[in-house]
């Protein structure tokens, strides 16, 4: 009964790997987003360093000439360097330098921003994967327990079997042997099974991947499909003939579309045999 399941699992396997094929290009496209994403995450962070370290140096510099300044401030009235011209210089500098602080603060508030708004919207991403993840995820530990279970009632059965008397060990010898093979080759198709299963778990996911994308695609074509026949309702009443052609052209192909759609999602909705 294993084999006939592992069978039913191949075949479900190589229509799977047809429709993986089909998306194995968006993956690859989404994977690149999301290399391009940390990227530039990563240079923004390395402009927000810099620009932290340029404040803490202009920061380094204002405290120096504050100490400078009050220098000259204590020191005797009779000393020329106390002149108004001094003070104006000084003034000028700390005039720049908070010029130049406030733009920094500007670019580092604006570094901060775009950072959080890379991070949300990484965080928004993870909310919409993760829980169609994790219902795909308990449905085959489910499954998977189920199908233990069985296995286990086969071994089970097969340690129950009637004990060989002394005298015909020597005459059985033959089948104690075909047993000892038979088990190993359970063992052998159940870490099959076991592979396979893991294998359709990674299938699974990215044909949810891909579910989420066809449903983008169906709210796409009905929004065109209404665009379509509001343009077709303006047209003037001597193009009835042609506008009804249009639209029966269009909802044949919608519907064509539709009905692919839903023998793919067939494919889909194949359960294993059980034997309990």
Known sequence: MLIHQLDEMNLLLQSSEQEKIQLSTKI??????HQETLQILEIKKEALTQTTEALKDIQEEKAILANELATLKAGPLDDQRRGNSLFAEVEDNRQKLLKNIALLKNKLRES???IDLLHRRIQDANRVIQPGQIKLVEGFKERINDLEW??????????????????????????LSSLEKTRTEHCD??????????QRLLDT????????????LKTEISSLKSKYQLKLQECPDKHDSEKTKNVEDLNSYLRNDEVGYS????????RFAEDR
Do not use: G, H, M, Y
Not at 28 to 33: G, H
């Open 189 to 198: 198709l159940l870490q099959d099974f076991n592979k396979l299963s893991q």
């Open 112 to 114: 901060k921003n775009e």
């Open 150 to 175: 069985v296995v286990i009632r086969k071994l089970e059965k097969i340690d129950s079997t009637q004990k060989i008397p002394a005298n015909e060990f020597q005459r059985l010898q033959w089948a």
């Open 28 to 33: 690859k496209t989404l994977e690149e987003e």
């Open 205 to 216: 996911e990215a044909l949810t991947a891909a579910q989420q994308e066809i449903n983008c």
């Open 263 to 270: 023998d793919k999602q067939q494919l889909k909705v194949v």
